[in-house]
């Protein structure tokens, strides 16, 4: 008899035995449900991960007792906290609430919040796709915190096809040039003038028009292809710097943005190292840009990556710092030459009122220098805002104010003129 493939951990369904059994279960009458468990990486590091897995082999039972056990569903862990159930569209909304509300119950004091996203599939769709649409209900949910469960919808639809596109496109739009550079002048604030410059990738596509990073960045991480752009971001960098370099043009060092990933998914310093070598651009001239969405499991290779770019002689800067729930974390762990803070600490910023806003500026400013790292606000456009950054000593700003990010020539031709070395 074909004894199905279990899940060690939880004894549901993996996610190979759930496709191979769902295949022969089509048509109407179906729901899929993918629930994802609200910041499953903090729980394990918060109380360890014994209780973690606790928490899965819970989860894994209170599916098991709400969803019919007749045969009527199949219940899969696919990954982590990732559970998908296959079961009967007419009692699922009344089951998910049942689920969500049995898990609350047993955990008042933890704040657990376990989401749900809901597709309903047509005749012909394939099992494949419906996981992948319930997924995507399930992530847009994740930063709205007032709902526990969502359908999927046709808008969503349209961002799936988008992303499909991006992942079959990136190769075409690298070798036809459809991705560019553009480069953002940072000033400091010292002398007022460019500093530097930071790199951002554009994609000008020929069929749909200009993809924002905001799409294309979260889609090549999701799907861990995000190092093919930045190689080819870091190669054209490096060749629009030699060019100025051969014309005996001055220069600024430039950032360049490196997802975490990059760290895992390739050689990313000996990428650099040759991209800038080939160019004999000295590696004083580049710094590298990491954003602090890092979580626990790439600890070490990133650790070890940050540190061996430092000691190649790169620097490396701490990108967004502020924006996510980790931010202090990732300065204890990490070590970093420059911390740019994320451009929300300045959003609605009115130097006259906004007191907290100051006081948490000013204290992580000084919590910088205390650490030995310059500081860099992210976003500023207003003169105001830029006075009140100078009056309480920030190194360097970048933003709106001083410049949108525009071609390189563009921007050493700017009145600011350039900080000479
Ligand atoms: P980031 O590295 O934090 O870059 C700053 C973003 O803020 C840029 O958006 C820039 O255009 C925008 N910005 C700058 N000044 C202002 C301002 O005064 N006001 C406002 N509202 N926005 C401002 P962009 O170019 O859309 O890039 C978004 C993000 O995408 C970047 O955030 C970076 O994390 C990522 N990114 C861009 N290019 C690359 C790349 O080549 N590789 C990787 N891994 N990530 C990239
Ligand atoms: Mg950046
Ligand atoms: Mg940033």
């Known amino acids: 008899m074909h004894c199905p493939e279990k899940d060690a951990l939880t004894g549901l369904l993996t996610r190979a035995s759930f496709h191979e059994h769902a295949r022969g279960i089509t048509g109407a009458g179906l729901a899929v449900v993918w629930f994802n468990l609200d910041n499953f990486k903090m729980f394990n590091k918060r109380f360890g991960f014994e209780r973690g897995d606790d928490i899965l082999r819970e989860i894994a039972l209170i599916l098991g007792g709400t969803f019919p056990a007749d045969g009527a569903s199949l219940l899969a862990r696919f990954s982590d906290d990732n559970f998908v159930v296959l079961t009967d569209w007419a009692t699922v909304e009344m089951n998910i609430d049942t689920v969500q509300e049995y898990l609350y119950s047993l955990h008042e004091n933890v704040t657990l919040r376990l989401r749900a996203g809901i597709y309903f599939p047509s005749e012909g769709d394939d099992i494949r796709s419906s996981c992948d649409r319930a997924k995507l209900a399930c992530d847009s949910i994740r930063k709205n915190h007032s709902v526990s469960s969502c359908m999927f919808h046709d808008a969503m639809s349209r961002e799936l096809e988008l992303q499909q596109y991006i992942l079959d496109t990136l190769d075409t739009a690298i070798s036809r040039g459809y991705i560019s550079v553009l480069y953002q002048p940072i000033v400091r604030l010292s002398t007022g003038k460019i500093c530097g410059t930071e790199a951002l990738a554009r994609w000008n596509d020929p069929e749909i028009g200009i993809i924002s990073p905001a799409e294309f960045i979260p889609t090549l991480e999701n799907y861990r292809e995000i190092h093919k752009l930045d190689i080819y971001a870091a190669r054209k960098v490096c060749r629009d710097y030699s060019a100025r370099k051969s014309a005996g043009l001055p220069l600024v060092p430039v950032s360049v943005n490196l997802s975490r990933l990059d760290f895992e998914l390739c050689d990313i310093i000996g990428e650099i190292e040759s991209a800038a070598a080939v160019c004999d651009i000295p590696r004083r001239m580049i710094n590298i840009e990491i954003t602090e969405s890092i979580n626990d499991e790439d600890m070490t290779v990133l650790n070890l990556g940050i540190e061996k770019l ?112």
Request: glycine share 8%; no cysteine; hydrophobic share 40%.
């Open 310 to 421: 430092r000691a190649l002689g790169y620097e490396v800067w701490m990108d967004d710092f502020g924006s996510g729930y980790s931010s202090l974390n990732v300065l204890k762990d990490y070590s970093f030459d420059t911390i740019k803070f994320d451009m929300k600490f300045l959003h609605g910023f009115d130097i006259n009122k906004s007191e907290k806003a100051k006081y948490i500026i000013s204290s992580n400013l000084e919590m910088a220098r205390l650490m030995g790292m310059e500081a860099l606000a992210e976003g500023v456009e207003t003169a105001l805002q830029l006075e009140y950054l100078r009056s309480i000593g920030f190194d360097k700003a970048q933003g709106y104010y001083f410049g949108r990010p525009m071609k390189l020539d563009e921007l050493f031709a700017l009145e600011t003129g350039i900080e000479t070395a």
